[in-house]
């Protein structure tokens, strides 16, 4: 029997190709995906993170977990932002988030992970979500 190695490319490649096909199946759906406006990004070289808020929120349900996980109870009910983000120093909001995301996915065991700017920071996602809007 023959042994095949895939080396760490190649699995990037696979994880970056499943989840470009799992973001678009998304969209055909019609979940509705969110894009993250706070902090705003300090260069163009990134495109905004747009995310699955409802598939968030079937999560959320089937884990019994609340909406205040991510977002901050205020006078006028929850924060659109992300939990604490506004909080951080600015130079620390992004890494906040990169953190806070990739901890929340790993203890899930879905989701995207940062091991690749490009599966959260899609050019394709940003470019369809902007023409249907």
Known sequence: MRNIVFGFGATLLCLSLFAGVALFSATARGEERIPFTFPPLPTQKMPPVF???DKHVEYMERANAECTLCHRETEEGLSETFLDVKAQPENKQIPYLHTACTQCHRNAAAGPRLV???????KAVAAQIGKSK
Not at 116 to 122: E, G, I, L, P
């Open 116 to 122: 690749d700017c490009r599966v959260c920071h899609d």
């Open 51 to 53: 995310f699955t808020h």
